[in-house]
């Protein structure tokens, strides 16, 4: 992105790298120019950095003391908690990392539906986004069943269950998923290794998502491109950097709050009764990161139909840059999607909420109607919304609208070029 | 492309594919296949129950290939009730004769065939099971009634060896 061809100043820095160019791609991600309108909404990206790293660590730190069998899972948890040093505070924070995790790349998914950042030229920094979503519910899944507990235990096998609606090959999909006729040991032990395998397939994806998002640049709320880079934006380093370290303290207070005073309040108490496969705890729900598919899923009440509303629901995502119709990227010009955008935020809210209850009269009836509203608003409303919608005029620059802001546009233009 | 004549080299490039993609295929086959149940899973075929000390209305449930299987012993309301519905009214019709041969033992998977969660005993609407996970309700011949899952509950393989003992598998 930088215009500027960069050389080190040192003679050992310019020998290094004319052999392997990593001071350029230092000085490339320090002097990165971003647009300088960007909110603390813009600020989840370093923030899920923190947390995969976090959760990267604990993770490793995590499988030097359990051992992945089913005879053995529940009590090395335990024995984590209890007897290793610091072990308690370790598997607090990973199991709360997930949900801190969960919670930071919902702000960020949205923020990208507000200001529309997922449109052109972006489309591939959204897709790969997607792809780590999918990948972080398998992962935290996974880990979920490792401490063998009832909830690992039929959380397994009802999700494991959900390939036996495939026609045909269903049940032999999930006997082959399994290593047997149940979730036993074999699952375990693949579980475990999916486990910590995934967050390092995530880490690479990451790598692509930034790279790609380096290509065009950040979008910026107002969601227009950048007009003339020495005006409209302020380098990584430190503008942002402090900006983002800022964020990430204040998500880190939330964070510690949930580890210090509250870490069991988003689990569930029966995941401390070691599995029993001879009895199923009497309301199974996910964790709350899962519960709008959940709804989605038990709002269907035919059992292939409603596991493929459920994936329907997470993909669909993924074809978004193309179901909306509109080419204004921000939300702020578009008023009309503005408050759809604020129905789906409180849809999402209401399958959730649905997903967590059981699953039966006004329940059921609710879920099935936000069910119904999720699909209407990508399938129908974007693309009707983008071609009917009459826009907010957008301001000619990221500057203009605190500089030149003149609702002459002869004006506004004569203003901007005295300021520069 | 398409207007050249195939020559000698085209026949290489399509014969190395072809012999590359059967050796990835049989690299990749062991890879895949390591996954399924292996010789010590399958080696639990069959267990024996014993059943004396069941009396009717009262119902065992024993872990047979890692799944709970429910022996009931069932009471004559329950097998008249049982043999009494219409086949119009299943939802998956099967006759109470085929499911219960010994019309007083009712042996089937005790997994619901919606997505495996254990259903509860003399609970549900039709007087027979009920799964707590996404209410579908089975009746005294565990057949489905009202709910997501689409099957009756599994009759596995079992057999008599005695008056007191039941082989499943």
Redesign the interface.
Known sequence: MSDHEYTPKSKAGKWFNDRLPLLTLANHLTDYPTPKNLNYWWTFGGILTFCLITQIVTGLTLAMHYIAHADMAFESVEHIMRDVNYGWLIRYIHANGASMFFLAVYIHIFRSLFYGSYKSPREIIWIIGIIIYLLMMAAAFMGYVLPWGQMSFWGATVITNLFSAIPLVGEGIVTWLWGGYSVDNPTLTRFFTLHYLIPFLILGLVVLHIWALHVPGNNNPVGIDIKKPSKDTVPFHPYIVIKDGFALLMFMIVFAFFVFYAPNILGHADNYIEANPLVTPAHIVPEWYLLPFYAILRSVPDKLLGVVAMLSAILILAVLPWLDTSKIRSAVFRPLYKQFYWILVADVLILGYMGAMPAEGLYLLIARVATAYYFLHFLVILPVLGLKERTIPLPLSITEPVLGGSPNMAMAKKKESKIE | MSDKKPERRDFLFTASYAVGAVGVAAVVWPL?DQ????AS?KALASTEVDVSSLKPGNTI?V?W????VFIRRRTQEEIAEARSVKMEDLIHPEKDEDRAKNPEWLVMLGVCT??????LNDKGDYNGWF?????SHYDTSGRIRKG???WNMEVPKYEFVNANTIKIG
């Open positions: 895949v996954m399924n149940p292996d899973v449930t872990l290939r890692g799944k709970p919606h997505l495996g969660c254990v259903p799964c707590p996970c996404h209410g997501p899952a689409p």
